[in-house]
């Protein structure tokens, strides 16, 4: 007999777990060190696989040196068909996948500092383990986290989950 509690209970975390991907890929905004592949439906010739670069663009056929950094994946899917429609295609569609993201940083008070590839989903306790652990004067509660374009700066909790670029530093403690 089939337990249905049990096949619902599946079907949720699955849900969950679709929905949070769905939700970092929409918010996500691309940037310098972002490896991606762009396709245009039915346009072999109009195709893009590579890194964006540190100036945040990628050079694509066509249109030459295009501005990706700081877009979503959908709105740098708007933006290219937009500029594709220019002129060029009456009704292109554009796809984009990040094939690899950009790494991230932690540096202070860890015993190996440096830049990591980014996994989806890591939490800061983890980056901490897989950066070697903590110093012996590593604070346990002054972590910080810059993130974003603006750099902006937050202090973090081990279960805070880090994204590709963000730059974690681990303070010093006095005591």
Same mark, same amino acid.
């Given at each position: 007999m089939v337990n249905y509690t049990n096949v619902i209970l599946i079907i949720f975390v699955l849900l969950i777990g679709h929905v949070a991907a769905s939700e970092f890929n929409q918010a996500y905004q691309l940037g310098a060190g972002d490896s991606v592949n762009i396709t245009v439906y039915q346009e072999s010739d109009l195709a893009f696989s590579g890194q964006i670069s540190q100036q945040g663009k990628v050079d694509f056929p066509l249109l030459g040196s295009i501005q990706l950094s700081g877009f979503t994946q959908?709105?740098?899917? &708007?933006?290219?068909?937009?500029?594709?429609? +220019?002129? !060029?295609?009456? &009704?292109?569609?554009?796809?984009? /996948?990040?094939? &690899? !993201? /950009?790494?991230?940083?932690? !540096?202070g008070e860890v015993r190996n500092p440096g830049s990591y590839t980014y996994q989806p989903d890591i939490t800061l306790e983890q980056v901490i383990a897989? &950066?070697?652990?903590?110093? +012996? /004067?590593?604070? /346990?509660?002054?972590?910080?986290i810059q993130r974003g374009q603006q750099k902006a700066t937050f202090l973090a909790q081990a279960d805070t989950i880090i994204l590709p670029g963000d730059v974690i530093k681990i303070e010093k403690s006095f005591f």
């Open positions: 959908q709105q740098a899917k &708007s933006h290219i068909e937009a500029l594709l429609k +220019d002129g !060029y295609l009456v &009704s292109p569609s554009v796809s984009i /996948r990040v094939s &690899s !993201y /950009r790494p991230f940083f932690i !540096y897989l &950066s070697g652990g903590l110093k +012996d /004067r590593a604070s /346990r509660t002054q972590w910080q």
